[in-house]
């Protein structure tokens, strides 16, 4: 899942909302003893990890995965990640009472609150993050097909993420379909399972 989803998967606290962004800046264990972290920043990170691993042997991720491998390779992971996020703010309703805008803003002051907590590589993206709203703008296609040229720019090797917005919208109905049957299946593997991460 992509920045979204496991901020909306944390639970409503500061601490597992940062712990579980960071989950994608941090790589491996974290030692809980020697660790900057606090205890709830550690279990968001954890939550995080264990959220990709669900994901990534889902059945469900599989098929979107191979909706797009024959043009994105590698990468298609990566992109039905970014792509279930689009669908997760189009149909944020479904999943969250609290609006996506209020949602996001509060994230961001969060984040700006505990910047110095934050590993240095987001510490440089999050003013960025903040002035063109990425969380807010996953709702449109047009904020995935600038989420995906980032990307591009960001893989050292060759690819074709820059224009994978054309498989977005090639299998629009299909991903849609898979995002809805896969994501409640998620949020239930998180609810009955967080007191163990």
Known sequence: ??????????????????????GDFVKGRIDQESSLYSQ?????IETHFRVDRFTDTHEIFKWSKNRIYQSQGRFSGV??????????AKN???????????FAQNIYIILQKNYYLLPKKLQLILPRIILENW???????????????RLAKRIKRPNHCVIAHNDLQHNYHELESDFLLFFPQLVEYVNQNRHTF
Request: glycine residues 6%.
């Open 1 to 22: 899942m992509n920045y979204l989803a496991h901020l909306l998967l944390a639970e409503n606290t500061p601490e597992s909302q940062i712990g579980n962004l960071l």
């Open 40 to 44: 709830g920043i550690i279990k968001g």
């Open 79 to 88: 992109l039905i990640d970014i792509f279930y996020d689009h669908f997760l």
């Open 92 to 102: 944020w309703s479904l999943f969250s009472e609290e609006n996506l805008e209020t």
């Open 135 to 149: 969380l807010v703008s996953y709702q449109k296609t047009e904020g995935i097909k600038r989420t995906c040229q």
